[in-house]
């Protein structure tokens, strides 16, 4: 009886890690397929926002290597001429 009640417990384990499995799976296909045009437009469509973020870096760049400017305009003047140089 001891042996039978083993196997019993291995076999319900086993089939909630299949249904764990099962549920992962079909939360998956539902997730993919309603997003599926999104994803085809990733591959499709191949913009980034990397210059932008190049942007931004320049700008964090300068302003933490000026320590502050005490006129903004002249901030934003060494800014255009940074991006204009690159």
Do not use: W
């Amino acid at each position: 009886m001891v042996i039978l009640k083993h196997r019993f417990q291995k076999f319900v384990t086993a089939q909630r890690k299949n249904m764990d499995l099962l549920d992962e799976t079909i939360n998956f296909y539902q997730s993919t397929h309603t997003e599926l045009d999104t994803c085809i437009n990733t591959f499709r469509n191949s913009n980034s926002n990397g210059p932008l973020e190049g942007i931004n870096r320049k700008i964090k760049f300068l302003k933490r290597g000026c320590y502050g400017f005490s006129n903004i305009e002249y901030f934003f003047k060494r800014l255009i001429v940074s991006l204009h140089r690159n």
